[in-house]
């Protein structure tokens, strides 16, 4: 599969653990974007990089949340002390490129806080 | 005011009905529109981009009025495959794919 890809597919936590995620873009894509999205609601853009810069962060990204895309590859997307706001299914997408229909979604990580 | 607002629906319709959703954007420094499609539990998928001239692929047409700030997408002869939630889409001038979606519009075709 030459997709996006993202692991885990689910992750149930309790209130207060730290959670990692792993996004893999397909491999000539030099951006990786993470949205997350709630039920009912459309994807929320969370932050990108280009290469392995971080550009942009949203402000919905707050002091627990941190992404790291070493050597421009994967990237994880870690959520310290998690609260249940933080239930969410949290998607990656990469794209080679700027442009709105450029963007290839991953399946996502569906994160449940107890 | 939500960025992109769209009708929740869901809008339940026969198969080969005729179907539009429509879609109001707030920001006027948006550039460029977008449908994506989602299947129930998947990612978002592109389904087409939205031009000012108006954009038709096969059974589904797209239109952008700039001046209402509207967007529009229209489905014909609905196939049961699709049932999905239609995502309007964003994209603010000087951002790099840094989407903005609305809630979306739930589509359940039926027999």
């Known amino acids: 599969d030459t997709g996006v890809s993202q692991d885990p597919r689910h992750k149930i936590t309790k209130r207060g653990q730290n959670v990692t995620f792993r996004c893999d873009p397909i491999s000539e894509h030099n951006r990786l974007y993470w949205y997350r999205q709630t039920l009912g609601q459309g994807p929320e853009f969370l932050t990108y990089?280009?290469?392995?810069?971080?550009?942009?962060k949203s402000r919905l990204l707050s002091d627990r949340f941190s992404a790291e895309r070493p050597k421009g590859s994967f990237s994880t997307l870690e959520i310290q002390r998690t609260e249940q706001g933080d239930s969410a299914m949290y998607l990656c997408a990469s794209s080679f490129g700027t442009g709105g229909d450029k963007l290839f979604f991953g399946s996502g990580t569906q994160l449940s806080v107890l | 005011r939500k960025e992109v607002e769209q009708d929740p629906g869901p809008f339940n319709v026969p198969e080969g009905a005729t179907v539009a959703f429509n879609c109001t954007y707030s920001n006027s420094a948006s550039q460029s529109f977008f449908w994506y499609r989602q299947d129930c539990r998947k990612e978002p998928k592109l389904l087409m981009s939205?031009?000012?001239s108006g954009n038709e692929d096969g059974r589904f047409t797209a239109q952008l009025n700039r001046a209402s700030q509207y967007i529009s997408l229209l489905i014909r002869d609905s196939k049961l495959s699709d049932s999905a939630t239609y995502l309007c889409?964003?994209?603010?001038?000087?951002?790099?794919?840094?989407?903005?979606f609305g809630t979306g519009t739930r589509l359940q075709v039926t027999l």
């Open positions: 889409v964003a994209l603010p001038t000087g951002t790099a794919s840094k989407l903005t």
């Open positions: 990089f280009q290469n392995e810069a971080q550009l942009e």
């Open positions: 939205v031009y000012s």
